[in-house]
């Protein structure tokens, strides 16, 4: 039960203060979508508000943690009662965390997991009766990472928050699966966005010289949000289960079902050439 048409219906995204966030907002709107733009970052947030209106977009924004249930649920309330329930419902706020497992602390696992999957929890199981009971045509789409098919080095919290997202999503397409909603798994490859740049999701021992090396390979190599983005929106109109967009999104997932020996090699060597492993 694919949505025809993206015209009038109400779309929500998180993390949409910058990257795919911030393109999913104006892809959506573009398509006359009225959204409705989350993230913490409210100065960021506002810029995002201020661009979609400039363009004449319908975009209204509302600051909101993704960790914070209580939010959650007092959100979507809000939007029940005003007849707003989302049509679309874009899961998209992550945070990354950088450095050997065995050099990292391990209080960033318990704010990756907190954001990465406890957020998109959050964000489905508040929202997820109302659109249930408003009936026709709705859509999930929860933001995983190739990582959640194949990891790399140095990102183990981020690839277990992601793999989880993956299983959780797919566990919510079986147990839903004679209702009105469907859900998108979204596995973006290389991404050209500020993930890597926030030295606070960074381990102390991994040095400025290595990060200058990976940023640059995202620079190098990585597709803007904006291609995410816009596969997401499609996404939406064909019902796709599985979205595997931007560079080496496909190839991860198809060199994992041929030999898992084979892509562990293959990742390996990539992580010693674009900086995951120094």
Known sequence: MAIASLRDKRVVVTGAASGI???????????????VALDRDAAGLAAVGLQA????????????????????????????DDGATPHVLVNNAGIGYFGLFLESDLAHWRRVLDVNLMGVVHGCHAFLPSM?????????????????NFPV??????????????????VL???LAATNV???????GVIDTPIVTVRSNVA????????????AYYRREGCSPDVVAA????????????????????????????????????????????????
């Not at 249930?132 to 959640?148: D, E, K, T």
């Not at 080095?153 to 797919?170: C, H």
């Open 53 to 80: 209106r400039e363009a004449g977009l319908s975009c209204e924004t509302r600051v909101l943690d993704v960790t914070d249930a209580d939010a959650w649920r007092a959100l979507a309330a809000t939007l029940a």
């Open 231 to 278: 596969d997401m929106v499609r996404a939406v109109g064909h019902d796709v289960d599985m979205l595997l967009t931007g560079p080496a999104a496909r190839l991860v997932y198809h060199l994992r079902r041929i030999s898992l020996r084979l892509a562990r090699a293959v990742t390996l060597r990539f992580a010693r050439q674009s900086g995951y492993l120094a």
């Open 21 to 35: 966030g911030r393109s999913a907002v104006l892809a959506f709107g573009r398509e006359g979508a009225h959204l």
């Open 173 to 175: 397409r079986m147990e």
């Open 153 to 170: 080095p140095s990102m183990a919290a981020y690839a277990a928050s992601k793999f989880a997202v993956n299983g959780f999503t797919e």
């Open 204 to 215: 102390p021992g991994v040095s400025e010289a290595q990060m200058a090396r990976l940023q």
């Open 132 to 148: 249930l009971a408003a009936g026709g045509p709705r859509h999930v789409l929860n933001v995983a990472s190739s990582a959640g």
């Open 182 to 188: 469907r859900f998108t798994t979204v596995c973006p």
